[in-house]
């Protein structure tokens, strides 16, 4: 007998699991997305309680707990408020692939928002150290477009316009 | 225990086998307008004070899923607390907040979308463990056959009887304004369906559902200030089984018979089988209506078979709402159970109310072939 | 007070090894690590139990309602139990459910167990799936964000921040290396503060590697009973005095709303009557997710204004021996199986109350103990617990 002890071979089970889901939209997240797909136009929907305005719009406001029930057009032009820098490669969960970095995230209060209600997407930029709170934006919307987030591709400086 | 918990209101979407237009969010709102028009609750200090929800990250293909729900269910800088479970858990759960003296008041809902995933077998193919029961392909639906041939050899119930149920239950649906599959069948239609698992036929299980309910629940002190028909919990009892389907008794009721005598030690019931003016069971599939009707023991104990040809559902008012397998939601068999027994018991069930009906047992079950049970008993 | 409908104990607690890689046992058999280790804690059996509690998140995973699989190692077979998960806060909220079912008299004994394998998935992947499908999941980057550490810099300038950042960092590495159990064990050395930050990877903005909580495999198994069965047993209780759960709404809003830190303190201890918690209180057990957050809500949680929290971190006042000890578990920063993490923080709290928790035992008397959880769109679970019975 060897007086090695034969270190046991912990066998790993690799799996891939997904189930292809079909979400629904609603008459609320459906309208967001059917104007932004045909018309390239932001609709936030506006609590008839508190006059805050939700983007993405909701059925429900939080904070009153009624229906959402208003419209606004929004303009696509706005002021960062928070953004962030993300260095950490991670899975987009939708489609299983690894995001490239650095990219941006942003929260941006576009121009007539009501209440608290920045609107989140990525910030498009050349050059990360341009980043800042304050900046001037405007969304860029994508050629193709289906309905989806990725409908915008991003805000984009909007160069010489700091607020 | 301190005092009783009510279940001040009710409501239920209708279930329909894909609600399309409508996000989960969606859903819950119609039935929480409802339950906080009927009470006249809001969520300041006085109203509501917690919701207790019933969901399940795999079904609705997000993690914590209840934080889509948290502006739905008033949980802004307010407590919501999910019960990844049967409903009939949400039930049990939100029962204890009351009867713990931690809410007085508090909002009970549920939402499952079933249509969503491609197949709702492939959501609970994932309940099995990686190693052993995946790799043979078992999902609860395979599972629940294994457990209706083992329950069919036992008892000598035949798919013709099966069958006779089938249509029963569509009669019973065809007068509950929630109930999904409410067009008549012939015992002849049914039997013509294609296997599904052998020897569960496609008109033998539950169909895709998508659906949502809420409750209000409330202390007996606080109850009559929302309704003057208050429906009292006054038993509860659940309990799981073992994992692995070879080590169980897939003919028996090992759970559900000591979540039921949990139920009714609390409730004190001696006979079950005469203490219930209605019995609301989970029937995801067929064979589960005298298998479960057994382990409640609203039947004598191997006596489905004699019990279902002595016109035992139709005496003991079994499953008027249309049971589960007309359409309800896996994740809301048990709480839709419970749905009926109030309505029975406030007396608005329409053309299928039990006249004076003052005690029902509703039953729902958790996991593969029922591996977890849940009974609830409510009185009036 | 709260007037609860009878009292009810923790009289014991066990937990898995916590690390990045448990491939040498599955789901039950790490589950059933921390189930034998809190039975031995309470001197029970399992016969001695009636009800088994059960949370994670089923995504990371990827096990559909996986308490059925786990009976095999949590002991449910036979036994009543609920399944809660909600988010990162399920472990405190399933301390909150287990003090709600032995109050409400359904059950006597209560085994809570909260428990993830993040090696089975992918962490950042299962959290960003949290974002609505329509919208978010291809813009979230997990639980990653530099805002927290952001809003630290904002307001203390970017050096004393960065150092606070990375001295309470230090101390709860300083405590996870007391802490067996621990993941996460460094040996970080307080003088080499800046080198350690400057060479650790960067996540999002100011957060880095060195910051963030790990990814952990994990159980925790924590037992509740009722005030008769803490006499029957002639147990060593931590009694839950009260409870408080805050969640907010669905969309991530930063800085600008109240934080549930604050929020829940607030309710919490109006109803408990504390009105200084840096004094009435003995010890905390922070869920930390990084060490920014962990500098940033020290203050909310004590209700405290300005820079008081700020100056706990530099005076060593939250270390094992300080006046008000943080996390002397190491905290989330070290060890983070995420569905067991806040019921963890609720152990360790009760363990100090107890004077159970060996190596990293503080040495003063825990006489009150607080425990928080942190999970969801910034949601927070806050339990207090005391040595001795509530009235």
């Known amino acids: 007998m060897s007086n090695e002890k034969k270190e046991q071979e912990l066998i790993v089970s690799r799996q891939t699991l997904s189930i292809p889901q079909r979400f629904s939209t609603g008459p609320v997240m459906g309208r967001f997305l059917q104007e932004l797909r045909d018309n390239k136009r932001i609709m936030a929907n506006k609590c008839p309680k508190c006059g805050r305005h939700q983007l993405p719009p909701r059925e429900v406001c939080a904070l009153c707990n009624v229906e959402v029930t208003e419209w606004d057009e929004l303009p696509p032009v706005g002021t960062v408020r928070d953004y962030d820098i993300i260095f950490y490669a991670s899975p987009d969960p939708l489609s299983g692939e690894t995001r490239e970095v650095p990219y941006v995230e942003c929260w941006v209060d576009l121009d007539g ?28 919307f994508a050629e193709e477009r289906h309905g989806t987030t990725e409908d915008i591709e991003g805000f984009e400086i909007i160069e010489g316009a700091e607020s | 225990m301190a005092n009783r918990v009510a279940i001040c209101a009710v ?22 307008k409802s339950v906080r028009e009927q009470t006249g609750l809001d969520f300041s200090e006085h109203g509501i004070q917690g919701a207790i929800t019933v969901s399940d990250d795999v079904f609705d293909a997000r993690t914590i899923s209840d934080g889509g729900i948290t502006d739905v269910v008033g949980a802004h800088y307010g407590s919501e607390e999910k019960v990844a479970a049967d409903g009939a858990q949400g039930v049990y759960y939100a029962a204890a907040t009351i009867l713990s003296g931690h809410h007085e008041v508090v909002l009970l809902t549920g939402h499952c979308k079933e249509s969503q995933a491609i197949s709702r077998n492939m959501v609970t193919h994932l309940a099995f463990d990686p190693f052993f029961t995946r790799p043979v392909g078992l999902d609860y639906l395979s599972a629940a056959a294994l457990q209706a041939r083992a329950y069919m050899d036992r008892s000598g119930i035949t798919e013709t009887q099966l069958a006779d149920l089938v249509v029963r239950a569509r009669q019973w649906a065809a007068k509950n304004p929630a109930a999904q599959e409410t067009t008549p069948l012939t015992r002849e239609e049914v039997m013509a369906a294609p296997m599904a698992a052998d020897p569960i036929r496609g008109s033998f299980m539950y169909p895709v559902s998508d659906g949502a309910i809420a409750m209000i629940l409330a202390t007996e002190k606080r109850a009559a200030e929302f309704t003057d028909k208050p429906v009292w919990i006054t038993g509860l009892g659940n309990c799981y089984d073992g994992f692995f389907l070879g080590e169980r008794d897939l003919s028996g009721n090992f759970a559900l018979e000591r979540a039921a005598q949990r139920a009714y030690a609390m409730a004190k019931i001696a006979d079950p089988k005469t203490a219930f003016d209605l019995v609301e069971i989970s029937d995801q599939y067929a064979h589960q209506l005298p298998q479960y009707a057994e382990g409640l023991g609203v039947c004598p104990p191997s006596g489905g078979n004699q019990w279902l040809s002595d016109g035992g559902p139709d005496r003991q008012n079994v499953n008027r709402s249309g049971g589960m397998i007309t359409g309800n939601p896996l994740m809301l068999g048990g709480m839709a159970r419970v749905a009926e027994a109030v309505l029975q018991l406030r007396g608005e069930a329409g053309a299928r109310q039990v006249a004076g009906a003052k005690r029902a047992v509703a039953q729902g079950a958790t996991g593969p072939a029922g591996q977890c049970q849940t009974v609830v008993i409510v009185e009036n | 007070m709260k007037r609860k409908n009878r009292n009810v104990a923790i009289i014991g607690s066990g937990m898995s090894r916590f690390s990045s890689h448990r491939e040498e046992v599955n789901q039950p058999e790490m589950i059933h690590e921390a189930v034998v280790e809190a039975l031995e804690d309470a001197n029970l059996t399992l016969d001695d139990i009636d009800c088994v509690l059960h949370g994670n998140m089923e995504l990371f995973e ?137 060479n650790s990877p960067p996540l999002a903005g100011e957060l880095r590697m060195i910051h963030m909580c790990s ?177």
């Open chain 2, 11 to 32: 409501a239920q979407t209708k279930f329909e086998p894909g609600k399309k237009d409508q996000r989960f969010q969606g859903m819950l709102w119609e039935v929480i």
């Open chain 3, 215 to 391: 990814q952990s495999d994990g159980a925790c198994a924590v037992i509740f009973a009722s005030e008769e069965k803490v006499k029957a047993f002639k147990a060593n209780p931590a009694w839950v005095v009260d409870h408080e759960t805050v969640h907010r709404e669905e969309t991530m809003i930063f800085g600008s709303q109240k934080s549930t830190q604050r929020a829940a303190a607030e309710k919490l201890f109006a109803r408990a009557g504390i009105k200084n918690p840096r004094k009435e209180i003995d010890l905390f057990e922070m869920y930390d997710p990084s060490a920014w957050w962990g500098v940033d809500w020290l203050r909310d949680f004590l209700l405290l204004e300005g820079d008081e929290a700020l100056k706990m971190i530099e005076n060593d006042e939250i270390t094992i021996e300080g006046a008000f000890p943080v996390n002397p578990s190491g905290g989330v920063v070290a060890s983070n199986p995420i569905g067991a993490t806040a019921l963890v923080r609720v152990a360790e709290a009760a363990m100090q109350i107890r004077g159970t928790a060996g190596n990293h035992q503080v040495p003063k008397t825990v006489r009150r103990a607080m425990a928080s959880g942190f999970g969801g769109t910034l949601w927070t679970v806050l339990m207090l617990l005391s040595k001795e019975k509530p009235e």
């Open chain 1, 113 to 140: 928002t009501q209440g608290d209600a920045p609107f989140w997407h990525l910030l498009n930029v050349d050059d990360i150290s341009k980043v800042k709170r304050g900046l001037r934006v405007r969304v860029k």
């Open chain 3, 62 to 198: 990827m096990v559909h309602q996986p308490d059925m699989w786990h009976v095999l190692g949590d002991g449910g077979w036979g036994k009543s139990g609920v399944r809660l998960t909600t988010g990162g806060t399920t472990g405190a909220t399933l301390a909150c459910a287990a003090d709600n079912l032995v109050a409400s008299g359904l059950h006597d004994v209560i085994l809570a167990i909260g428990f993830e394998k993040l090696q089975e998935g992918h962490t950042t992947g299962g959290i960003t799936n949290m974002a609505d499908p329509l919208w978010g999941r291809s813009l979230q980057t997990g639980a990653l964000t530099g805002l927290g550490a952001q809003k630290v810099i904002d307001e203390f300038g970017e050096e004393r921040a960065r150092i606070a950042a990375m001295k309470y960092r230090t101390i709860m590495d300083e405590h996870a290396m007391k802490n067996i159990k621990a993941h996460r064990r460094l040996r970080l050395e307080r003088q080499y503060i800046k080198e350690t930050a400057d």
